[in-house]
């Protein structure tokens, strides 16, 4: 009988982190496409002046405008809005990043190699929620009770739709 561990069925560490990232992680990732991570020190979060939306995958625009819109952000909250948006794209940004240098060494990776990039993986998406949580705040302060219902309805949701990716 041959034992197979979880590292040799493909890397479903990485997925599975990538998964977080991009279901539970839009307050991760993208909040963490959220976003995803490998081997190396984790890179500095750019600042919002070098992180354009040009440089962000295509998933994380696509969250920043969905939950833009299903929170019914108002022009008076555009300025908070866009300071959650900024630190999206960064952590996606940032995840991406160790994610792509985890890829680059996969093939010659050791089986402990693979889970050291696992681990920093977890590390970058618990900065990167930290981050989130700490600009989301500032917007939820300025939420309306109807916007408030809609956000905690709207997170909800993604952490159940994590924790079923997650099984």
Not at 11 to 40: D, E, H, N, W, Y
Request: proline residues 4%; contains cysteine.
């Amino acid at each position: 009988m041959q034992v197979m561990f979880e590292y040799d069925r493909g890397r479903p560490f990485l997925r599975r982190a990538r998964g977080v990232m991009t279901a539970g992680g839009i307050l991760l990732a993208c909040f963490s496409p959220l976003l995803i991570a490998g081997p190396g020190e984790a890179q500095p979060a750019p600042s919002a002046a070098t992180t354009s939306q040009k440089d962000v995958p295509d998933y994380t625009e696509t969250r920043i405008a969905e939950l833009h819109d299903k929170m019914h952000i108002s022009e008076g909250q555009a300025g908070q809005w866009e300071a959650v948006a900024r630190v999206m794209r960064a952590n996606a940004k940032a995840i991406e990043a160790l994610t792509a240098e985890s890829r680059k060494n996969e093939q010659s990776m050791t089986a402990v190699e693979d889970l050291r990039a696992y681990q920093e993986i977890v590390a970058a998406q618990a900065k990167s929620a930290q981050k989130l949580a700490d600009a989301f705040d500032v917007l939820y302060q300025t939420m309306t009770d109807d916007q408030r219902k809609l956000a905690d309805a709207v997170f909800r949701q993604y952490r159940q739709n994590a924790m079923k990716a997650g099984k």
